[in-house]
């Protein structure tokens, strides 16, 4: 699977807008190149394989619905389909009332998932992370994996403060707190 | 909170309930609201481009193909309010009355297209296929269509023929005729302008492969720039 290099960002925009054009060989292409990134992604959030598909299915519909609205100078199309998603992971995430200890199991359960090639980075995107990740190290242990435990594994505040034996507006700062100067940190750059 | 936190944990993903809710309600409308999210939503990304993919179950793709069925099934059923007028008027009334009409069923004022160009795609004996109107500055491509039927395993492709080398470029494939309105790119936008007519041709799925007009032409209509016949009117 590559999904993210810079000339395949011009395949995604095409296949996006032929589902635009409601050509559903587009979406059936489109669901084969992002299909295992986007399920991934739900994945680490549900944590469960039946959940995760659908998702996928709320998603892909959601994509091939708004296709007509998705502007490609507003957002790079993985980015705009990975933030589909994701909030469709988040919303079923919100509807189950299950509290695991995500934190303990997650390195291990990262190593686990199954099937998928390593997504092919452009220049331009591994810039993206590299820096993302340089500036995450200047905040502080805390703060970095408050930030990925919400964004990567959908925990809330009082999830990331039960994982840090802290109160939720601890949570709450460190994360307004980290975003300011990641903020800043990224815009140096 | 203000708006940079507030984006930034919208993203994230920490921002639950009746808060969230609000926010989406507010992203509908607030496009500085929108920028941040943009920006965070872009950055972030970063951090799951390590991961590795998850194959999906088969059934998902089923489950999506079956759920679109589901979506177009009615309005394939619906028949066509004004069918019937079409077959007993001239090309160029049925050209305004087509507009006409169109911009009177738009029940919300702020959906109605700003109309500059218009095509109405008609097969051989004269009945139309298609009616095809660029809108608010060729921003948006507004269809309308009739009882147009796609044989099994093809699509149907819209194609501009230039009124300067009379060369075919495609606008678009169709695998459904249930598409209302589109985004139109800039470079579909100059094709349009430059266009003496439109074409609609039955291709393989995917459209043509040598991005040529196959020979099944089912229909085609001259391109007319709006603002003109309102003065000629």
Known sequence: MTVSTDNQDDELINLIARCALRDQTALKVLFERVGPYLNALAWRILKSKELSNEVLQEAFLQIWNNAASYRPHLARPLTWMASIARYRALDRLALETRIKDKFVAHNDEMEDLPGGDEPERSVGASQLRFHLHQCLTTLGDNIKRSIELAYLYGYSREEIAQQFATNTNTVKSWLHRGAERLRLCLESK | ?233
């Open chain 2, 1 to 233: 909170m203000d708006d940079k936190s507030l984006a930034f944990d919208y993203v994230t993903g920490v921002l639950r309930g009746a808060e969230r809710e609000q926010c989406e309600q507010r992203l509908r409308s607030d496009t500085a609201l929108q920028a941040e999210v943009s920006f965070w939503e872009e950055q972030l990304m970063s951090l799951s481009d390590e991961q590795q993919g998850i194959t999906p179950d088969p059934e998902v793709w089923r489950g999506i193909e079956s759920r679109l069925q589901q979506q177009t099934r009615p309005a394939a059923a619906r028949p066509s309010r004004f069918a019937w007028l079409w077959p007993s008027v001239s090309a160029f009334a049925t050209l305004m009355l087509a507009v006409c009409i169109w911009l009177l069923v738009a029940r919300d004022p702020l959906q109605q297209p700003n109309a500059d160009y218009v095509a109405i795609l008609t097969d051989e004996s004269g009945a139309p296929q298609l009616t095809v109107l660029t809108a608010t500055g060729g921003v948006q491509l507004w269809l309308k269509w009739e009882a147009v039927k796609i044989n099994a395993d093809k699509n149907l492709q819209l194609w501009a023929i230039s009124k300067r080398d009379g060369q075919a470029r495609p606008l678009g494939v169709f695998a459904q005729t249930d598409i209302q309105q589109l985004p139109l790119t800039v470079p579909q936008w100059r094709l349009i302008k430059d266009a003496s007519h439109l074409i609609l041709t039955e291709e393989d799925v995917g459209g043509s492969p040598l991005d040529e007009p196959s020979e099944i032409v089912l229909a085609k209509g001259v391109c007319v720039l709006l603002a003109q016949v309102k003065k000629a009117i």
